[in-house]
């Protein structure tokens, strides 16, 4: 059984349980609609893996197609080395109109060769590298590189920048309860949430295995914090399947000139702590969104 089957039974068994403790007159007018329900789900599914298919035709005929151009270029180039027996003597005044078309040629091909390439899907393991295989959010090990990189800017442009991170509460509980399935299920949820509730270029990272931390370019502490707060609310306000409601506490921070990164983080760090023990932070330098 994989994954995907070991997580849509419960759920399946779950229904039918609930159903059954539903008087019997409406048993059926539910099930037809959970099942109206189910047919516009799988039509979506249905043209989701159209799409995908499309896709891979496209990718499959962009590699064929640099393919051709980098065989036409190869070939372009064997051409012109075995006719260019002195490549340094200068050229016959008779022979120029024709070395200029040669030279046209080659450049031709080569531009073409890449556009083809430049069309074909990125296999790029650096950017594997930068993301999280569960959630598809980056993880830690880039997070220092885009801290690093927006504090420049924010010093360069003289731009608010703000942090938050955000703590599932009890997801080891979840774990042990209802299993690690339950438990990722969970992350992927939350990461999904954290993902739509920002802006494109904003930044949402795994930082833990039940943490998250958002680096908001140009978004001073205030709006950082009302960020935060709708996030909170979501996943609050979101039923999980066989997980039920879960909570998350979240801490906000904003960059103070001249700091670097790991200070920055520490200040994060410190405002989650005191997010946890329900504190409060005098300077507002740093301040916590608690759960309850």
Do not use: C
């Given at each position: 059984m994989n994954d995907s089957e070991e997580f849509s039974k419960p759920i399946e068994r779950l229904i039918d349980q609930m159903i059954a403790r539903l008087p019997a007159e409406l048993q059926c007018a539910i099930r037809k609609q959970l099942a109206d329900q189910r047919e516009v789900a799988w039509r979506a599914r249905a043209r989701a893996i159209k799409a995908q298919e499309e896709q891979k035709r496209q990718e499959e005929d962009s590699k064929r197609a640099a393919d051709s151009a980098e065989k036409e270029l190869?070939?372009?180039?064997?051409?012109?080395?075995?006719?260019?027996?002195?490549?340094?003597?200068?050229?016959?005044?008779?022979?120029?109109?024709?070395?200029?078309?040669?030279?046209?040629?080659?450049?031709?091909?080569?531009?073409?060769?890449e556009v083809a390439k430049a069309k074909c899907p990125k296999n790029d393991p650096s950017h594997a590298?930068?993301?999280?295989?569960?959630?598809?959010?980056?993880?830690?090990?880039?997070?220092?590189?885009?801290?690093?990189?927006?504090?420049?800017?924010?010093?360069?442009?003289?731009?608010?920048?703000?942090?938050?991170?955000?703590?599932?509460?009890?997801?080891?509980?979840?774990?042990?309860?209802?299993?690690?399935?339950?438990?990722?299920?969970?992350?992927?949820?939350?990461?999904?949430?954290?993902?739509?509730?920002?802006?494109?270029?904003?930044?949402?990272?795994?930082?833990?295995?039940?943490?998250?931390?958002?680096?908001?370019?140009?978004?001073?502490?205030?709006?950082?914090?009302?960020i935060g707060e709708n996030i909170r609310e979501m996943i609050g306000?979101?039923?999980?399947?066989?997980?039920?409601?879960?909570?998350?506490t979240i801490a906000g921070c904003e960059y103070e000139a001249g700091e670097g990164a790991e200070s920055f983080m520490t200040r994060l760090d410190d405002a989650m702590f005191r997010a946890k023990r329900g504190g409060e932070d005098d300077d507002m330098s740093s301040v916590w969104a608690p759960v309850r």
């Open positions: 190869i070939k372009t180039l064997a051409s012109t080395l075995f006719r260019e027996q002195e490549p340094w003597r200068e050229i016959d005044p008779k022979d120029v109109q024709e070395h200029i078309e040669l030279l046209l040629k080659i450049n031709e091909k080569y531009n073409e060769f590298i930068d993301i999280d295989q569960l959630t598809g959010v980056f993880n830690p090990r880039y997070l220092n590189k885009v801290l690093t990189q927006e504090i420049a800017r924010a010093e360069d442009h003289h731009a608010p920048l703000s942090m938050l991170m955000l703590d599932i509460d009890d997801l080891k509980l979840v774990n042990a309860i209802s299993g690690h399935v339950a438990g990722n299920r969970v992350l992927e949820s939350v990461a999904d949430i954290v993902r739509s509730s920002v802006r494109l270029n904003d930044f949402v990272f795994r930082s833990g295995g039940d943490e998250f931390v958002v680096v908001l370019p140009e978004i001073g502490l205030e709006p950082a914090l009302h306000t979101s039923f999980l399947a066989l997980v039920g409601k879960i909570t998350v």
